[in-house]
């Protein structure tokens, strides 16, 4: 048995509704869930490069072997024979450790340089991102006002109809 005019016509109207309710609130979400571009942290420090230059200045702390002339210069050359071999092994240490520092202030340097450009880059994303989120939500807003135009539209055509009859 069909359905009375009256209880199709209440039906369709509580399911348009219902229907309407639903978009605005998952609209409502959306909108409530637009990100903002929050502060990213800072890259670490820069390196802490104060002392890399009296380092480089003072690592060679070994004069080098005594001129053996005279009695005190024979007594530094056997003094220089003892312990020669052992400052020349710090000596090693010292210029390896330089080297060392240097080669690593370059790279954090670097990374230093590679983190703030990764974090300006990464901003200017989000910003996009944002804003692309916004025009979406601003579509999204327009869609309701857009097909009840089109049921003004499909309603005018009943009216005319209904007169025409």
């Not at 869930?33 to 990213?40: Q, R, S």
């Not at 009296?54 to 003094?79: E, F, I, Q, S, Y």
């Not at 703030?116 to 601003?138: P, Q």
Request: aromatic share 4%; proline share 5%.
């Amino acid at each position: 048995m069909a359905e009375p005019l009256e209880e199709t016509l209440r039906r369709l109207e509580q399911e348009r509704s219902e229907a309407d309710r639903r978009y605005n609130d998952a609209l409502t979400a959306v909108d409530r869930a637009l990100p903002t571009v929050a502060g990213l942290p800072a890259p670490v420090l820069a390196l802490d490069d104060r002392q890399l230059a009296p380092l480089n200045d003072a690592w060679n702390t070994v004069p080098g072997a005594p001129a053996a002339r005279g009695v005190k210069g024979r007594l530094a050359a056997v003094v220089w024979r003892v312990v020669g071999r052992y400052l020349q092994r710090q000596l090693t240490f010292n210029s390896l450790l330089v080297d060392h520092l240097n080669r690593d202030a370059a790279a954090a340097r670097q990374a230093h340089r590679a983190a703030e450009e990764a974090r300006s880059a990464l901003e200017s994303r989000l910003a996009g991102l944002v804003e692309f989120n916004a025009r979406l939500i601003g579509c999204l807003q327009q869609i309701t006002p857009y097909v009840d135009t089109k049921d003004r539209s499909a309603a005018s055509g009943a009216i005319v109809l209904n007169r025409a009859l």
